[in-house]
């Protein structure tokens, strides 16, 4: 691990001494970008997803599920645009033969050398001053060790420099220089100092081979993201699910991608696990012929309830306040810790209308923790060229409104449209054609595309609940508590059930009367050694959110000390006056 | 498809139809021995796995999750055997091409050409006739296309039998055969007759690379199997989760076979997902130090409760049970349905002691569901040698017995180990150092092994639940009602919720009301448009046990009308009433 994850040492350890998260394979001395869940550690994951299908999906009327399998045709992933272009820039060493991300190879320099040469830059004109300030926050230390290699790096940055626009962002500057091969000329290896190849395309699909020929021909993907099938099987459900648009496709599942440099322990991995919705629009135009206005965010709309006459803008909205208040509500995470930031106009991809970003303020900076996109009808268009089939939404109530327009009324709207494409540069044909079909009741929806990250979200969860805290034990002497304040709904044990003394039978057997009581409730733990107060402290380790001791005056009188884990307050209640506590909490 | 899917036809189709099961990457023409779980289908999966991990691990104390990844360090497919092993031995038709699995070609002609074949080696007293018979069940229909190239392989058939030792079963024959190259000879292509290659060993595991270099050294595989990354984190889940021996760590996750012929629907697949057991129990030699005794099955003990004394063929009789009754409570396969097949002494693995098939009656044929083994402390020991990593599990208790032990008593006992070990012609030096580290309270842990397939489960619980009946419509005519009798607890949808019509504002915001109530417990479906009976029938098609209608009568005295599935009885409740009967039932 670099030094950047010292940052995390506490959590990790913490991790791995109580359950939460193994190195992959750590007998064999661990594998490199993979990791695995303990027994703890699957309880709170499975308690992320539940939580998720639970919102996304049951509770809703308008969101089906979907479970596709890794291993798809690969035919999908050149629809999708993963088999061309899902590649990063790749640089190796011709000295050490190190291999790096080109882009990687960047952040080791930024905050050292190139933190002066960007300085440098924008005091020059030529970087912008903000845009680099961002780009630069949470990319953790330059490496110690290298500064030779940094100092020869600097003094050719200038000359490296002079080719670029005036303030490029630094995402940019490095596009750019990657584009003529100038990287090669640039940037010595960061842990050697030797001259680096220019960076090449690598595709980030992990490839197999499907059927007994090893031959090219049969190599298949291990999907890099859950998304392409809900596309690729979007007739079916439509076909089956009895859903009108607007309505959304969930999955969760296992996605795989083949990074150079795995880090950050389990928030950048080669195999992770992600929630997606595909959630399925009317185009505007459709709205508009439907209900003669498109609600756009500039109405300043209620986003509580969605509403028919919503356009894509007031949907993408929508889905980034829902998101919102999942992670806050649901899952627990304070609304001071993430960041909502909306990609710019350059940094979003050719088919993107918008995207937000919201970010976790990790211990190791500032990083994505789920994306929702508004994605236009790229996808399904993507798959319909590709596979042949129609990827359409037969729309009844649009073409009984479009029977009602005459021919002016028609055209008037046609070249309304074709006007607004030919102005987002989109071809007039397409657009005309586009429309001929909108009048027919038919058209390709488009998509808002909710996307997160199931490792990292529990890694987010994992270290916004972390705290040590000095406490007082029963002797006065004072200790460090180390407790994770886990929401209920997210915690891996619910309650623990302790018997104050294992020796008295009738006190054990009342506690594992309640226990088994419990059990048949929620993920329950025994615990029947050692002092109370150290039980206390195993279960704040893991987040149990409440313990239940069963003492003498439980026979008496059929309380139990009920003891909450962030206020360590102690209370006397009834079995069901818990029962009702715990219920309404989770 | 072949022929013999065809009597699964009406599934597959319900399957598509009401959004179960649909062929992977459909819209791209399919791809061979992948699939995916559609709306319904999906929530029937995961209430598969999550009855599954209710009862294998939160019900239980004994029992601790895991969630691996599913790519690891591939030493542990080295120290598994797979990597060496897990072959199916295959062969080529050198005229067409086709690759088949050899003993699949011996599949397509048992019950044709070879089963005259069998008939004669029985008469002739080589086959053994109840072993031939067991081994053809089940294994479809010949080939009736190909009779030139059947009728030609039956005249060489008998050459080719004059080496097999007398009363050998198919399975022998058949490796004989592959062994020594014969198969060439024998079988010709079922396909087209023309000339076979030998069979060759085919890894059926999947394989990738894992980092930028493309270098066979850095290749990986997909696991074939959730089991083995319960070994190699064995002293990771042994040092957090404060289990003693007996104790179990249970995961569910996909696997990856490449098979080369998937068939039979969902049950052989390329991708399936597994949820596996794996149960640590103390040595037999071990129970004998502590408790003086071994309870075996001629005790002929009470299995409801495990007991310290038992010894392994206890506790695999246990999980066996323990199996069975979860299938039937459960899942809800009623007891005729399925078969326990207990391996015989030739068929099984050399490590095992026993292992049991619980086999289920598909349409197809009788075939596996899920398998018990005691596979003794095998894996353990193998993960041990590969990795140099202890596996042991350090028994205080038996240390504390054992020191009470004198000179004479260990030479005793020693001895009766050696004699026992060398019967089973285990290493005399090793069954001394076994028990010289038994005394000192050390031992590697034996295992039984509970695994099943989650996705074969599914197909049992659909092919046991889907039926055909005639009933008599409102208006007295007859019809065929299609429904699936799925148990509650698998079932998709629980409940169902109708207004009886929806232009009525009161009576559709009560059934609005019902609905959301019900939803926050259980997984509901709102259906508002057609007639009630088309809607009963669209439910009965998804299994979903309960409907529910909002009628005039409701805004009088709040009851709405139950309408139970398998008996289409409708009665009147209360919803509070309503709730608690189903409460009862999941």
């Known amino acids: ?53 639970r919102h996304t999906v049951r509770l809703r009327e308008d969101v089906a599920g979907l479970d596709a399998s890794i291993i798809m045709h690969p035919a999908i992933w050149k629809a999708s645009g993963h088999a061309d272009t899902f590649a990063d820039p790749m640089c190796m060493c011709r000295a050490c033969k190190k291999l790096m991300r080109a882009d990687q190879a960047w952040d080791i320099f930024d ?74 000329a640039v940037l010595p290896c960061p842990h050697c100092g030797g001259a680096m190849t220019e960076p090449r395309p690598f595709n980030m699909m992990f490839t197999t081979i499907v059927g007994p020929v090893a031959d090219p021909a049969n190599a ?52 992770f696990e992600q929630m997606e919705l595909e959630f399925f629009i009317k185009p505007d135009e459709a709205v508009e012929l439907l209900h003669g206005k498109v609600i756009t965010l500039a109405d300043n709309p209620d ?103 005459d021919a002016a009324a028609r055209e008037t709207f046609t070249q309304k449209v074709v006007a607004d494409w030919t102005s987002r540069h989109k071809d007039t044909e397409k657009a005309r054609a586009f429309v001929a079909n909108l009048f027919e009741g038919k058209y390709i929806p488009h998509v808002i595309e909710p996307s997160a990250g199931v490792d990292r979200l529990a890694l987010a969860v994992l270290c916004n609940a972390y705290a040590e805290e000095t406490v007082t034990d029963e002797k006065g002497a004072s200790e460090v508590r180390t407790v994770l304040r886990l929401s209920p709904v997210v915690a891996p044990v619910k309650i623990a059930v302790f018997p104050l003394v294992k020796n008295k039978p009738e006190l054990y057997e009342h506690a594992r009367g309640v226990f088994k009581k419990l059990q ?44 909450e884990r962030d206020s360590m307050k102690q209370e006397r209640a009834t079995l069901n006056a818990l029962i009702e506590k715990v219920d309404g909490l989770l």
């Not at 903000?130 to 926050?137: H, S, V």
């Not at 626009?165 to 990287?183: I, K, V, W, Y």
């Not at 509500?329 to 991809?349: C, H, I, K, M, R």
């Not at 190791?364 to 268009?381: C, K, N, P, Y």
């Open 220 to 271: 298949a993907y291990l999907r890099p993201e859950t998304a392409q099938a809900i596309f690729a099987q979007f007739p079916n459900i439509l076909a089956t699910s009895r859903q009108q648009v607007p309505f959304g496709v969930a999955q969760v599942g296992k996605s795989f991608r083949n990074e150079i440099t795995p880090r950050n322990y389990t928030f950048r991995s080669r195999e």
């Open 520 to 563: 048949r409730r929620w993920n329950c733990f025994w615990d029947e050694s050692g002092a109370i107060g150290r039980r206390y402290r195993r279960m704040d380790e893991i987040g149990t959110p409440w313990c239940v001791t069963i003492d003498f005056q439980t026979l008496e009188d059929g309380t139990v000390t009920l003891r």
């Open 1 to 53: 691990m670099s030094e950047k994850e010292n940052v995390l040492d506490p959590i990790v350890s913490l991790c791995k001494r109580r359950g939460f998260i193994f190195q992959s394979s750590e007998a064999y001395g661990g594998f490199a970008g993979f990791w695995d869940y303990g027994p703890v550690g699957c309880e709170l994951k499975n308690n992320i997803k539940a939580a998720w299908w």
């Open 303 to 405: 986003l509580s309830e969605p509403q028919p006459a919503w356009g894509w803008e007031v949907w993408h909205k929508y889905w980034v306040e829902q998101r919102k208040q999942w992670l806050m509500n649901v899952v627990g995470l304070p609304e001071n810790s993430f960041v909502e930031y909306w990609q710019t106009p350059d940094e979003l991809a050719h088919y993107a209308r918008a995207c937000v970003d919201i970010q976790y303020a990790f211990p190791f900076g500032v990083q994505e923790l789920e994306g929702i996109a508004a994605r236009s009808d790229f996808d399904l268009t993507q798959h319909q060229q590709h596979c042949g089939k129609s990827m359409e939404f037969f729309d009844e109530a649009l073409k009984i409104a479009c029977k009602n327009l």
């Open 111 to 184: 905050e050292g050398a190139t933190s002066a040469a960007l300085a440098a830059l924008i005091a020059d004109g030529r970087a912008d001053a903000g845009k680099t300030a961002n780009w630069c926050k949470g990319r953790g230390k330059p490496l110690a060790p290298n500064l030779p290699a940094i100092a020869r790096a600097e003094t050719r940055l200038p000359e490296i420099f002079g080719d670029i626009p005036a303030c490029a962002t630094p995402r940019e500057l490095f596009t750019l220089l990657a584009q003529d091969g100038g990287a090669e």
